[in-house]
Each structure stands twice: as structure tokens, then as C-alpha cells.
């Protein structure tokens, strides 16, 4: 199986892929797509342990041309569940009060347990509008805010009018330790 990032340029009167044809990512299961601040397209993919990225660079915005970099394993953090989260670029401000664009990166962090779903927490790592290679991204994201110190898995944000992210993950008592209720 592949995963394909597909677009529209006519508002869904027809449909393209991304990359024409070329694979994008081994692991194939509950991808996430950003835009990275230099226009670079991210993909993310659930994996055990972790995600998967890949970068899409265009060389030619008004055809859509470009290439997809390699797949790389990274923000291994997620102990040894296998478990989606969201990955997020937002606009954010440093302590000092200057502008930085940040990447958010939700999934368990682990701790224990027979899928390690757990713990679910919020890596970040600082992006400019550089352009990046796979290896870039997968690379140096730091523990922000662990949101959960129970069982906790698959988690998504949105900016809210306000500014202010929604963060919302499942968390116990939904399930057990073997996941048998649901």
C-alpha cells in the first residue's frame, strides 16, 4: 500500500497527486499533512515508535512539479505503540516577544503497558521558511507538555479564533489496558 497526497486546483472538479505517481511513504497508515513556512508540503504518518516524514519540494509552483524527498523514521518518542497524533504548524511567540513558527508534534509518549498507549504529549521543534530535507524534520524535536499521565492516544489541535489551540485526545477510562473497550 502507498499513501498519496492528492489536490485540486479547480475546487474538486478534478483531482491530482502530488508528486505524480512516486511513493511517498513506506509506513501507510493515518497520514497528516502540513505546510511547512517555506511552502514545502510535510507528510506524516503513523509508525511504531514514532512517525514517518516525508518533504514534497515543488520546482515549479504553477504546475505543481516537484519531488518527494526520502522517507524518514523520527520524533521517536512514542514508546512502542503504534498510534496517531497530529502533527501542527502554528505561529507562536518566543519569551522575549519575537515571532517564531513552530511545529507540533501530539502523540503517547508511552510508559508501560501491552500497546504503550499512554502519556500523551506535545514535541515541538522551531521552522523557518528554509527549505528542509526529511532528515531535518524527523531530527531534534524537544518534549513540550505532556497533556496526560494515563492511558491517552490518538490526539488532533485546531486554532481557534481566539488564538488559542483545541487539543483533544481519548484518554481512560474509554478502554483498558488491552484496548478491548474500544
Same mark, same amino acid.
Given at each position: 500500500n502507498a499513501i498519496y497526497v492528492i489536490y485540486t486546483d479547480d475546487l474538486g472538479l478534478s483531482w491530482s497527486i +502530488?508528486?505524480?505517481s512516486q511513493t511517498h511513504v513506506t509506513a501507510n497508515d493515518?497520514?497528516?499533512?502540513?505546510?511547512l513556512p517555506?511552502?514545502?508540503i510535510l507528510l506524516s504518518v503513523r509508525r511504531g515508535g514514532g512517525r514517518q516524514f516525508n518533504v514534497f519540494t515543488y520546482?515549479?509552483?504553477?504546475?505543481?512539479?516537484?519531488?518527494?524527498?526520502?522517507?524518514?523514521?523520527?520524533?521517536?518518542n512514542g514508546g512502542s505503540n503504534t498510534c496517531n497524533g497530529e502533527i501542527f504548524c502554528i505561529d507562536a511567540k518566543k519569551a522575549d516577544?519575537?515571532?517564531?513558527? +513552530? +511545529? +507540533?508534534?501530539?502523540?503517547?509518549?508511552?510508559?508501560g503497558g501491552p500497546y504503550d498507549r499512554?502519556?500523551?504529549?506535545i514535541w515541538y521543534k522551531e521552522v523557518t521558511d528554509a527549505a528542509y530535507t526529511s532528515e531535518q524534520i524527523a531530527a531534534d524535536w524537544t518534549e513540550g507538555m505532556q497533556v496526560s499521565t494515563q492511558l491517552s492516544s490518538y490526539s488532533t489541535m485546531s486554532l481557534q479564533k481566539d488564538g488559542k489551540i483545541a487539543f483533544f485526545?481519548?484518554?481512560?477510562?474509554?478502554?483498558d489496558d488491552n484496548y478491548a473497550k474500544g
Open positions: +502530488l508528486g505524480g493515518e497520514p497528516k499533512v502540513e505546510i517555506g511552502g514545502q520546482t515549479d509552483k504553477a504546475t505543481n512539479a516537484g519531488s518527494w524527498a526520502n522517507n524518514v523514521n523520527g520524533c521517536g516577544g519575537s515571532a517564531v513558527k +513552530l +511545529l +507540533l508534534q501530539s502523540q503517547p509518549k508511552g510508559g499512554r502519556n500523551v504529549t485526545f481519548e484518554e481512560a477510562p474509554c478502554y
